[in-house]
């Protein structure tokens, strides 16, 4: 896994061996990164469930001025770091390793974020959980976007009624990634 644009392109990140996180294939975040280009520039970024930390190591590099990086699991979050060290992108780093509910508890009332990107352990509903919390604190600007990846078969029926609207969908083979605003009324 490499970082794949900007000031850090083509330097390896390392990332957890095993089944514990699904690192984002190179292809996938290029994609992703494609549709978001535009908004990366000075932009506020929030990586809850990280992992290894390459899609906000990614934001960073393609000009995000400040991520925020969360992830409850010790052996990840030291790769965060290392990875942040390598791409020398740690004085725009903010580190958090505890859950992401923690995290956005611990978080609520001091930051707003321009991108949320979510990606939690299948199956599990987190977020679901994640985007109801979103919903009655003001962690996302006006204009922001929140992005899960998800499992091809993770509903969002629900989130009209959480007070967002799917603005995109872009489905992989295994994977998409749901694109969600606030709803305007």
């Known amino acids: 896994m490499r970082v794949i644009a ?3 392109r083509r330097l390896q990140l390392k990332t957890l061996d095993g089944l514990d996180t699904r690192p984002t294939t ?3 975040k290029e994609t992703l990164f494609n549709m978001i280009a535009d908004g990366l520039y000075g932009c506020t970024f929030l990586d809850l469930f990280a992992g290894s930390g390459s899609i906000g190591i990614e934001a960073l590099s393609r000009g995000a001025k400040k991520a925020v990086f969360v992830e409850k699991n010790p052996k990840a979050m030291a790769y965060v770091k290392e990875n942040l060290a390598h791409t020398k992108l740690s004085d725009q780093a ?3 390793q ?3 509910f923690g995290a956005l508890a611990r978080l609520r009332g001091r930051r ?3 991108y949320i990107y979510m990606d939690p352990p299948y199956g599990k509903e987190l977020e679901r959980k994640a985007l109801a919390y979103l919903t009655e604190c003001a962690l996302l600007e006006e204009d922001g976007v929140i992005i899960i990846e998800a499992a091809l078969d993770t509903p969002f029926d629900y989130a009209e009624e959480l007070g ?3 603005v995109k969908v872009k489905t992989y083979k295994t994977n998409k990634h749901v694109f969600l605003e606030k709803s305007r009324i």
Request: hydrophobic share 35%; aromatic share 12%; no cysteine.
């Open 164 to 166: 967002y609207t799917i």
């Open 112 to 114: 707003q974020f321009d």
């Open 26 to 28: 190179d292809r996938i």
């Open 6 to 8: 900007g000031s850090a």
């Open 98 to 100: 505890t859950d992401a």
């Open 94 to 96: 903010e580190t958090m």
